[in-house]
């Protein structure tokens, strides 16, 4: 469901109402001892941010629920009112938060509204909402955590309540239970688990990839490459550092400062640490004398890119700081529009199929501020539509949601929870190659603008990885493990040098290979292993020693027996070539 048909249904209706009333519950509860500020309606549930002159613990939220349902036991009904500037201001003159909206609201809109629920709670609010307290069915007040007013954290730090709500009872069930599933597949927790990557006070929000992750992120960055190479990619690497003129050409520096890493140097120069790609590509592509020959050219890179994300929306790989994008820029003929989007698009099948993930498609549109003439974009936005449909995959449109520069299609894609995540992206630009007077000469030997297309298939690696964690449980594909197999002599001593032989021959074939020796139990070798998410785990006593042999077992406990080293390699090298999801 998209967010402009998400907010017209009756389950927004409901979440919407659930706050209200929850809002009402610690107005009841705690008087004058909490200001409510702001409430957030989305596809999870809801939240509010208030301010507590009373500490606030996660045992305090069942009492708080008891409050909300004996309000939506009462069936209270949930009203809509008009209500004026003048009588807005005196009904929320003790809380400086509600009084903010009130005249930001009355400068965008004609008409306040207020809802009322029952005759002893009122919130200023533009709805919608149930008719009646007791169509909220099932709720569950979730967890507390801190938050800037309005985002900004150069504001006042507030609490933040997390609810969901359902229609019914069996909704909200399974919900809570795809929360639990998600505790265990965190990519925080197991990232640090299983030793993929780190996080550190001094570079917060910057990623330290440690060996297991580094081995990881290069599976992919290599596929990706091997790929890109097959479709005539010429990859380049430009710049970390570049002069402000640079985004200022670009249309960066209007829409993005705020956002950049800015260094000011001697001799009144500003530079921006790198955001995104697209500028260099731009300066790349003017240094070439390109004819009608030489499109589509495809320009892509993996350089490491840095936003300055506010320290309250970082979320370990989700949201980060430094990271890379598998980006790629093609310039284009606009005849050439349809076929190259066809050719996107089949490149987003082969990423996405091989880690069994399913997506759609969301378009956006001309937003507010953007650049160019309406009719180019009107232009481009009948482009996309038409790829969109001849793609045969669900989409749907997202108004004012483009780049500032075009039109853009973003891929959503499904975990294994059912969970939807935006990750890559295809944007059609007219504008930059415009910006930047960049040229090629056509067959009757015209100069030409070309179109550009924006694209990256990951998206973020780092985002991407933090994806596969969660989709997989850290049991990735053998093709991408940080290791193979873990080698696990019975004993060291007699069975050590056998060992060392089959890694020595395991790693000369190409796996990544680990002996596990400590002086422990076997069992709680094998556990440590399969904790680990090793794909595979072979045992080595007397009688594999005599056979010449491996004994293997899988991670999830299941046996494959004794086999000979040249069917287990040979297994191992079909699962990695076919990037197989099983093993």
């Not at 919407?16 to 200001?35: P, R, T």
């Not at 150069?154 to 709500?165: C, F, P």
């Not at 197999?485 to 060291?492: E, H, R």
């Not at 007699?494 to 069992?523: C, M, N, P, Q, V």
């Amino acid at each position: 469901m998209n967010n402009s048909d998400y907010e017209k249904s009756h389950l927004y209706k409901i979440r919407h109402s659930a706050e209200h009333v929850y809002a009402q519950a610690v107005k009841e509860l705690y008087g004058d001892k909490i200001q409510l500020g702001v409430a957030h309606i989305s596809e999870a549930g809801f939240s509010n941010d208030a301010k507590w002159d009373v500490d606030l613990v996660p045992e305090d939220l069942e009492k708080i629920e008891k409050k909300m349902q004996e309000i939506i036991d009462a069936n209270l009904p949930i009203v809509r009112k008009e209500i004026s500037l003048v009588d807005a201001r005196e009904l929320f003159k003790d809380n400086p938060f509600k009084l903010e909206w009130v005249e930001q609201w009355s400068q965008e809109d004609k008409q306040l509204t207020v809802y009322w629920t029952g005759d002893n709670y009122v919130d200023l609010c533009k709805g919608p909402h149930v008719e009646r307290t007791s169509e909220i069915k099932a709720f569950k007040l979730l967890s507390i955590a801190g938050a800037y007013w309005r985002g900004d954290e150069k504001n006042e730090m507030l609490k933040r309540v997390y609810g969901t709500a359902f229609g019914s009872q069996q909704e909200l069930d399974d919900y809570l239970h795809m929360l639990e599933e998600s505790k265990k597949r965190d990519h925080k927790m197991l990232g640090q688990k299983l030793g993929l990557f780190m996080f550190h006070e001094t570079s917060p929000g910057m990623p330290y990839w440690l060996p297991n992750g580094l081995k990881l992120y290069n599976e992919l960055v290599n596929f990706w490459r091997e790929e890109h190479d097959a479709h005539n990619y010429k990859e380049i690497a430009s710049p970390l550092l570049n002069k402000s003129d640079l985004y200022v050409t670009s249309g960066h520096w209007e829409h993005y400062k705020d956002d950049m890493f800015i260094a000011n140097m001697g001799e009144n120069e500003v530079y921006g640490i790198k955001p995104m790609n697209c500028p260099n590509a731009m300066l790349v592509f003017k240094s070439m004398q390109i004819s009608y020959r030489d499109l589509p050219l495809r320009l892509s890179d993996t350089d490491r890119l840095h936003r300055y994300e506010r320290s309250g929306t970082l979320n370990g790989l989700f949201r980060a700081r430094s990271f890379q994008q598998d980006d790629s820029h093609n310039y284009i003929s606009e005849d050439m529009i349809e076929s190259e989007y066809a050719h996107v698009f089949e490149v987003c099948e082969k990423f996405y199929s091989i880690f069994g993930l399913s997506y759609s498609f969301r378009m956006g549109t001309r937003p507010e501020g953007f650049i160019g003439d309406i009719e180019t974009w009107e232009k481009a936005e009948a482009s996309v539509k038409k790829v969109l449909e001849l793609s045969g995959k669900d989409y749907f449109i997202k108004d004012g949601d483009g780049a500032f520069y075009g039109p853009k299609v973003d891929i959503l894609m499904n975990d294994a929870l059912g969970r939807e995540w935006q990750m890559g992206t295809i944007q059609l630009d007219f504008q930059q190659p415009r910006r930047f007077e960049l040229e090629y000469t056509d067959k009757d030997g015209q100069k030409k603008i070309p179109v550009v297309i924006h694209r990256v298939i990951y998206g973020s690696l780092e985002r991407f990885i933090g994806l596969i964690i969660e989709h997989f449980a850290g049991a990735f594909p053998l093709w991408i493990s940080p290791v193979h197999a873990t080698i696990l002599p019975i004993s060291g001593e007699k069975h050590g040098e056998y060992a060392e032989k089959i890694s020595k021959e395991l790693r000369e074939a190409g796996f990544r290979i680990e002996i596990d020796s400590a002086a422990e139990t076997l069992g709680n070798r094998i556990r440590k292993a399969q904790e680990m998410k090793t794909p595979y785990v072979i045992v080595i006593g007397d009688k594999e020693m005599e056979n010449k042999s491996v004994n293997v077992r899988l991670r999830g406990g299941e046996s494959l027996g004794e086999m000979s080293l040249e069917d287990f390699t040979k297994r191992m090298k079909v699962k990695i070539q076919s990037k197989a999801l099983d093993l």
